[in-house]
């Protein structure tokens, strides 16, 4: 999925999604919902815990 494409299915200007991206700007507890269920995954995995328990799954925001 492209960056437009993506920007758009969760609301936000692919200006801000960049700036997440890059780790210029803080994602809020309720844009990073969105992101994980734009991903189907749990919102833990994008703080870098795993949902199962068993260590970090990506790497942690910094």
Known sequence: ???VEF???ISI???ILG????GERMPSVELL???AQA???DIQEL?????QGGGNSVESFN
């Open 7 to 9: 920007a758009k299915r």
């Open 33 to 35: 919902t969105m992101i």
């Open 13 to 15: 200007s692919t200006t």
């Open 47 to 51: 703080k870098g815990k795993d949902p």
């Open 39 to 41: 991903l189907e995954i």
């Open 19 to 22: 700036k997440i991206e890059r």
């Open 1 to 3: 999925m492209q960056q």
